[in-house]
């Protein structure tokens, strides 16, 4: 059963509250009892109101649609109860602010290191949900990569590797993108992006920078850039379905963890970054591919049935299609696809694929021309060896239900609230274009003192990315 702890800064709950109905008695009982015994002055900041759909929802109606409007905090479109020690606030810094902005990277880390100082924050917030797990499988922690969380993330989860040396750790690390905003502040978050990968990385066993805000996305998607709700949405079903068949009980399904996954992925021991993808599709025109005859339905079965150029483009390329996952509609690595798409006949060389890892959830039909996928350790190691990519491939039949509160960022779904999604993880040179991308900018930008050890550890991940199969006859040209 998973645990949850949120660290928010002062004001980013917004209506949220730590006594809800569900735990309103233990929380009150917690909070009997204190030590101090004289007087106390009451400080009460203007009271943020909760969004007309969470006023319906608790007063039990049926509650209107969010919309960009009533949807400020991440709490206006959330219905679910958390317990009391679940909610973390810091009070160090407030939401938007700008006199004390949270957005240097070296203050996320000091932020970290201070109230470790003080309380201990494994112990306190961690502990208890960890001892309560039989069987931990692992901790996901999602977090902004390219502000000042990015610094307190790598902080905290060095302490959960000295503290679980272990358990998976898998980090998601969100990046806002890179198109508001001064240059000066651009380079920042930036450089902040380039700091995160390369500690994260160092300690998580499962690392994946995702853009909330994607430079390319297909025709079926309608959405919003700047509303933190409607990117979010966008990642939510990429990151839950990739992630699907390690919550899946082992009944009619083929279900996998958090080692399995790693094992799939990184192939050479050092290949810790992946790179997530995924395309939305229309679950009826998958089933109607499920004829008893086995012959394949007309039609796209992407969510609106439209002929997206680009993605149509990517996917007449069989091998680009089954080995790099490039025909996937939605890329979410940060910085590695053009600003226009390539028409089919000028594609650039396909990137090496070291190991990937489909999940395709919905009525996906099973082909026998399928790519083979590896079930057992000697078929891995077969292909290694043969410098092939390691695949996996898992079929969970759950397609993703599109729920009252998520924004209406697909075309053609309103009356199904059904999709199929084919998401997939992968370790491929791509990673390796992204890394040096983010090594020449910290060339320019960080101070001397750091400037050295970052761009040669940034150098050195990269690296992981282009061992054992780059030769004369890969390259573009001879240098």
Known sequence: MPRTVIYDLKGGFG????????????????????????PTVVS??????????????????T????????????????HLYYHPRSIVQLNDYSLGSSLQPFENYTSGDELFDSLDKEHDLLDRDLRL????????????????????????????????????????IWVWGIEGGEGEGRKEKKMLKTTNAARALHDLSMYASHYVPVSN???????????????QWHTSA????????????CRLRGDGHRRTTFNDFEAALNTNGNQRIFQLAFSVLNPRILKNKLKQDGEPSQGDPRVNNLNDSHAVALEDGRKVGEESGTSLDINLLSGEME?????????????????RVDSLRGPFPV?????QHDDDEYGRKRRRLDGMPILERFQPSLPFEILDNFPEIFQSVAERRLVGVHASLSTSSTVAERVKGLQRVVARTVGLDEREALSNGLGEIAEAYEEGWSSGSDDDSDD
């Open 15 to 38: 209506s949220l509250k730590r006594v809800n109905e569900l735990y309103e008695l233990e929380a009150e009982a917690q909070g009997r009892g204190g030590v101090w015994s004289g």
């Open 44 to 61: 009460t900041a203007p009271p943020i109101h909760p969004s007309p759909y969470l006023t319906s929802l608790n007063m039990g109606g």
């Open 63 to 78: 509650p209107p649609r969010p919309t960009i409007s009533t949807v400020k905090y991440w709490s206006d479109f959330s």
């Open 129 to 168: 949900w960890v001892e309560e797990c039989d069987q931990m499988q692992g901790v996901q922690v999602f977090t902004g990569s390219d502000d000042a969380w990015g610094g307190f993330a790598s902080r905290y989860v060095e302490r959960l590797r000295d503290e679980y040396g272990k358990v998976g």
């Open 213 to 227: 805000v994607p430079p390319i996305l297909p025709k079926y998607v309608s959405l919003n850039r700047m509303s």
């Open 234 to 245: 966008l990642l939510a079903i990429g990151i839950e379905s990739v992630a699907l068949p």
């Open 339 to 355: 600003e226009t798409p390539v028409p089919h006949k000028k594609l650039k060389k396909a990137p090496h694929v070291f190991g």
């Open 367 to 371: 082909h026998s021309n399928d790519i």
